[in-house]
Structure formats: C-alpha cells, structure tokens
C-alpha cells in the first residue's frame, strides 16, 4: 500500500511526498521512494526517521509498527490517518489518548465504496431485523495470500455496525466447523478467505425465510484504498485533536 501511495500522491500536484518510512532493518532503505513505487524519481529515500513537521501523515503498515507512529506524529503534532488493521487492545488505548492533542483518522477502509455500502449494510440490518421467521446474517470475505489478519479489519466494523442495529446481545462467531448445533438468530458469522491476489472483497448475506439478500463490495485493484487515505490526509488538515472515521471524510456520518 505505500508504495501506491507515493505512486498516486506523486502524480497529484495538490501532494508533495516528504518523507516514506519503513522500519530500521528493511532492505530498501535509502532507494529512492518514487523509483520503489514505479513511477519518476522523487529525491525521497526510503527511511527510518520520522521529518521532524509535515501536514499529514499516513500509516499503512503493520499492527506492531502504529504505536510507533502514533508516539511520533504526537512528537511533531502531525494529523494522522490510520489504515492498519488488526490493532491490538493497547494501540487503540494509545490512538484514544493521542487523539487529545492530534486529528486522528482511522478506518479499516478507505474506500469510498466499502463505506457507502456499510450505510447500506446498516440500513439492510434495521429493515429487516424484525422479518417473519428472522434474518441470519453473515459476512464473507475474500483477500490476497498475504494478509496477515482475519477476519479482515473492514468485516470487523461491517458486524460492528450491524449488531448495533440490532435489539439484543449479538454473538460474533468466526466460521463453523463440527456439532455446532442449529445457528441461533442473534449472532453474526464472519468467513475468511484467503486466495491469490484478490485484493479486498466483502458479501454480507441476510439470509430469510423464503429469500435471500446480498450486498457485495469487491475491489479490483488497491488504489481505493490509496487514494482514501490521501482524501483523507488532506481533509484532515486543520481540524481539531478528535478520532475521525471515513464516514467523517466522506460526508457519510
Ligand atoms: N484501511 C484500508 O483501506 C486498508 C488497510 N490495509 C491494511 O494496511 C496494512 C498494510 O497492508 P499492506 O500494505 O498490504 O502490507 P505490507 O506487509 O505489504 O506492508 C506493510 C509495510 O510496513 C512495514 N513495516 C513493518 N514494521 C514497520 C515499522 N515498525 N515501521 C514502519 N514500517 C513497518 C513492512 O515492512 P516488512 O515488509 O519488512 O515487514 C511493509 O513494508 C494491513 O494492516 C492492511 O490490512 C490495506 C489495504 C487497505
Ligand atoms: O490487507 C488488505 O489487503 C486489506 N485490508 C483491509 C482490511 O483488513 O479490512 C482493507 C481492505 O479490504 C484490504
């Protein structure tokens, strides 16, 4: 994902790229940024050091390496936009108190779609929780060999938004397997699928009595994602210390 970020932000003039960070022992450092992204030569090297100001920062990383970004956008006071998913319990406690003193945008996608449909999934959930005979809900989704979480960080939120439209305690249960017993109606189902180079794709099903409803999202490539977190690294210029999501940055709140 950072290397199509310097790709798309180097091709947008309303960008400059000063600064792209990966970790101390990564085999690239010092290569030329633009020339790691395939596109023209940016004079950025790859780095470790964090610049001590820039206007905004954007994290796609690892779950491990956001704390770290955290404690130096925090140093510098520089907006930053979150996008990697999998956070562990401490690093959303360290986004929760940074966020008194810098904006702060995170969201497990950027993509304009995926968030339109989340309002739509919501919307789904409120009409027809209370159908004749009930509705099961369950939520698959579909990503590259090399994605390290599951389920995916965007599944997590689209069951999170659900439930809340739902009356009740709801269970989230990640696949079946065995005497599982009949499915309850209080409970979402998530499924991950992890083939090839699909980069991002999500169907949530609202399985009745008599018919069955889709909405499904899919990605063709990862510049969605991209080009969100840049919408969002600019909108989150100049706003108060506060934690945003995309429905912030997308008018969609
Ligand atoms: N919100 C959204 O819209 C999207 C979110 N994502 C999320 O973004 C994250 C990154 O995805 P992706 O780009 O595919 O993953 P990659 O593994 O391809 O890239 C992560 C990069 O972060 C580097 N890294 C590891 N540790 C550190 C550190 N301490 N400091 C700085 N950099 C570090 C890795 O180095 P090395 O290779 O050496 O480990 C690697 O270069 C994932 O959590 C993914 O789920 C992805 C797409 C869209
Ligand atoms: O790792 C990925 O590729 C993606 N991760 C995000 C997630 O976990 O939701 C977003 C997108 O689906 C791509």
Redesign the pocket.
Known sequence: ?GRRVVALATADEAFQVIAAIDHQQHPLLGQDSGGLAGCDLNEVPLSADWPAECDAAIDFSLPDAVASAVANCLESKTPLVI?T??LSDETQAAIAEAVKQIPIVWA????LA?NLTMKLAEQAAAALKNVPGGVDIEII?R??R????A???????FGELIADQLDGETKHVHGREGETGQRSLNEIGYHAVRVGDN????TIVYGMLGETMELRVA?SN?DC?ASGALAAARWIQGRPPALYSMFDVLGLS
């Open positions: 994902m996008a998913t999998g497990p996608s950027m993509s995926v989704e990503h590259h090399y994605k390290v979480d389920p995916s960080g965007t599944a997590l939120k980069t991002g794709e999500h990605s990862r994602y």
